[in-house]
T-cell receptor, first 114, second 116 residues
Framework: NAGVTQTPKFQVLKTGQSMTLQCAQD?????MYWYRQDPGMGLRLIYY???????DKGEVPNGYNVSRLNKREFSLRLESAAPSQTSVYFC?????????????FGNGTRLTVT | AQSVTQLGSHVSVSEGALVLLRCNYS??????LFWYVQYPNQGLQLLLK????ATLVKGINGFEAEFKKSETSFHLTKPSAHMSDAAEYFC??????????????WGLGTSLAVNP
């Protein structure tokens, strides 16, 4: 059982380049999330998708777009990368249960923008 | 508004010593509280969570946390540290029981070092 799979693991971009971070989960979860993790700032939510076909902005959506391609896949796109987007990006998923279920994380994509 | 504070960005203990990682929160309603652990170069994984069923919550790897409403705290403890416990620990809080985590508020994390 792979859980949440993110690709690529590492990426270096030049300012202005674009790229898509891929995320897939095999746990049949309804909700999926994209976070960025920066030193001293903890985890910040970029976008989330409560269910297939819906997406909503999180705390720091500027400079990013997302696509919930189907129930399994949730991609994050940087249209024109900036050095401020250098970060570690985590995809996560969660079940829709009564109460609040916990997050299942991928292993992250380490992105450097030069 | 919700908030969460982790006291101490770095904690160092000796192998075999007590581990105590502090988390204080603010919430206007009974919260959901979580501790996650992040090992080097990995994603976060759930250590334990409080959902009002019991104030003392046991998690994986011998960790436990006690919910104290009067102190608005959810400190994480382990009686005897192991070298493999060296990691980053995150406390998180939410008052949203709608089934997704969009309102989850994260602490800044505490890096635990375990010395031989």
């Amino acid at each position: 059982n792979a859980g949440v799979t993110q690709t690529p693991k590492f990426q270096v971009l030049k300012t202005g380049q674009s790229m898509t971070l891929q995320c897939a989960q095999d746990m049949n979860h309804n909700s999926m999330y994209w976070y960025r993790q920066d030193p001293g700032m903890g985890l910040r939510l970029i976008y989330y998708s409560a269910s297939e076909g819906t997406t909503d902005k999180g705390e720091v959506p500027n400079g990013y777009n997302v696509s919930r391609l189907n129930k399994r896949e949730f991609s994050l796109r940087l249209e024109s990368a900036a050095p401020s987007q250098t970060s570690v990006y985590f995809c996560a998923s969660s079940e829709a249960l009564p109460g609040l279920s916990h997050l299942h994380f991928g292993n992250g994509t380490r992105l450097t923008v030069t | 508004a919700q908030s969460v504070t982790q006291l101490g960005s770095h904690v160092s203990v000796s192998e075999g010593a007590l581990v105590l990682l502090r988390c204080n929160y603010s919430s206007s309603v009974p919260p959901y509280l979580f501790w996650y652990v992040q090992y080097p170069n990995q994603g976060l994984q759930l250590l334990l969570k409080y959902t009002s069923a019991a104030t003392l919550v046991k998690g994986i790897n011998g960790f436990e946390a006690e919910f104290k409403k009067s102190e608005t705290s959810f400190h994480l403890t382990k009686p005897s540290a192991h070298m493999s416990d060296a990691a980053e620990y995150f406390c998180a809080v939410s008052d949203d029981n709608a089934g997704n985590n969009r309102k989850l508020i994260w602490g800044l994390g505490t890096s635990l070092a375990v010395n031989p």
